[in-house]
C-alpha cells in the first residue's frame, strides 16, 4: 500500500510568512508524529497526535508553530512568521498505534524541506 | 529526559567488508525500545533493525545485527558484507516503553554517516 507522503516536498519562502506543511498518514494509521531536522538540533520532536485525542504538543519550539489533524487522517503543520532558524527538513510519521501493547513501527514521510530566505 | 549519543559521525567500509556503528544512551528508565534507522539521500527513514531492552538475546536482520549492553547502555549495529546500497546516514533511536504522549516519540542520536567504498 502506500506509504507517508509528505507535501510540498521542497518550500522556499520569505522571512516573516507564513507556512503550512501538510501529511498523509498510511492509511488505517492512528498516530502521527512530526519531527523537525536540521544541522544544529538533528533530529528533534515536535507534537504527536492519536486517534481523536488532544495532541501532545510538548516538542513545538514556540507558539509560531501548530498543527492540526483532520479527520483523524491528513495533518498540517503551520509556522507562522517564518524565521531563518526554522529552515529544516520537517519529517511525518505514522504507525498503527501510539504504544500500550507493543511498541509498532513509526513510518516515515519523505519530509518537507524548508528554506526561509 | 533521555539521550543518544552516536560519537562517530562518518564512518567508511569497504565492499563486502563488516562495519560497526557505536551509540550509547543514557536513561533511568528499566523498559524502553532501541532502534537503527537508515535514511538515504532520498530522505525517507527506514527502520533497520529493533531491539527490546527486556530481551536478552541480541536482534539480527539478514546482514545487520546489534550488540546491545544493557549495563553499559550501548547499542552498536554491525553490517555484515557491507553493500553499496548500504550508503546513507544511519539513526540510533530510543523509546520509552511508558505509554502516554510524548513517551511514545523517537529520541535520535544525531548520525552516522557511511560510505560504501566499492
Known amino acids: 500500500g502506500a506509504g507517508v507522503s509528505q507535501s510540498p516536498s521542497n518550500k522556499v519562502t520569505e522571512k516573516g510568512k507564513d507556512v503550512e506543511l501538510r501529511c498523509d498518514p498510511i492509511?488505517?494509521?492512528?498516530?502521527l508524529y512530526w519531527y523537525r531536522q536540521s544541522l544544529g538540533q538533528g533530529l528533534e520532536f515536535l507534537i504527536y497526535?492519536?486517534?481523536?485525542?488532544?495532541?501532545?504538543k510538548s516538542g513545538l519550539p514556540s507558539d509560531r508553530f501548530s498543527a492540526e489533524r483532520t479527520g483523524g487522517s491528513v495533518s498540517t503543520l503551520t509556522i507562522q512568521r517564518t524565521q531563518q532558524e526554522d529552515s529544516a527538513v520537517y519529517l511525518c510519521?505514522?504507525?498503527?498505534?501510539?504504544?500500550?501493547?507493543?511498541?509498532?513501527?513509526?513510518?516515515f514521510g519523505p519530509g518537507t524541506r524548508l528554506t526561509v530566505t | 529526559a533521555q539521550t543518544v549519543t552516536q560519537s562517530q559521525p562518518e564512518m567508511s567500509v569497504q565492499e563486502a567488508e563488516t562495519v560497526t556503528l557505536s551509540c550509547t544512551y543514557d536513561?533511568?528508565?528499566?523498559?524502553?525500545?532501541l532502534f537503527w534507522y537508515k535514511q538515504p539521500p532520498s530522505r525517507q527513514m527506514i527502520l533497520v533493525i529493533r531491539?527490546?531492552?527486556?530481551?536478552?538475546q541480541n536482534a539480527t536482520e539478514n546482514r545487520f545485527s546489534v550488540n546491545f549492553q544493557k549495563a553499559a547502555k550501548s547499542f552498536s549495529l554491525k553490517i555484515s558484507d557491507s553493500q553499496l546500497g548500504d550508503a546513507a546516514m544511519y539513526f540510533c533511536?530510543?523509546?520509552?516503553?511508558?505509554?502516554?504522549?510524548?513517551?511514545?516519540?523517537?529520541?535520535f542520536g544525531k548520525g552516522t554517516l557511511l560510505t560504501v567504498n566499492p
Open positions: 510519521a505514522s504507525s498503527r498505534h501510539g504504544g500500550l501493547a507493543g511498541v509498532y513501527e513509526q513510518y
Open positions: 492509511s488505517g494509521h492512528t498516530a
Open positions: 497526535f492519536q486517534g481523536n485525542s488532544a495532541p501532545d
Open positions: 536513561t533511568s528508565e528499566s523498559d524502553y525500545y
Open positions: 531491539q527490546e531492552a527486556y530481551k536478552q
Open positions: 533511536a530510543y523509546r520509552s516503553a511508558l505509554s502516554g504522549g510524548s513517551n511514545y516519540k523517537l529520541t
